[in-house]
């Protein structure tokens, strides 16, 4: 079994930076992907920024690439999320999430992960 435990949301203003955190423990993998999705309300969840912890292969999307930096210490198998330059339509709920099943590319959507963190706020006043 796998918990993860995101950290580090809060809110901030537009123009700001937060550095969010996700902690794995339980059955430890050497090689898995970990991933930040985040859902506004009444949206669905959406794929931020994933890594493949053995490689640093990273991946992004398209909305938030050039402002946001996902980084992983395999050692503490700890992923983190640093967002910069955050915007209101950054608000959401987000959630961290890793992947233990053997993929080919970076997995970029929610069907791919297997275990999920509980979420943490990050809201952006304009």
């Known amino acids: 079994q796998v918990q993860l435990v995101e950290s580090g949301g809060g809110l901030v203003q537009a123009g700001d930076s937060l550095r969010l955190s996700c902690v794995a423990s339980?059955?430890?993998?050497?090689?898995?992907?970990m991933g930040w999705f985040r859902q506004a309300p009444g949206k669905e969840r959406e794929f931020v920024a994933a890594i493949r912890m053995s490689t640093g292969r990273t991946s992004y999307a398209d909305s938030v690439r050039g402002r946001f930096s996902i980084s992983g210490n395999n050692a503490k198998s700890t992923v983190y999320l640093q967002m910069n330059s955050l915007q209101p339509e950054d608000t959401a709920v987000y959630y961290c999430a890793r992947r233990i099943a053997p993929f080919t590319t970076v997995p970029t959507t929610v069907s791919e992960y297997q275990y999920w963190g509980q979420g943490t706020q990050v809201t952006v006043s304009s």
């Open positions: 339980g059955r430890t993998f050497s090689s898995y992907a």
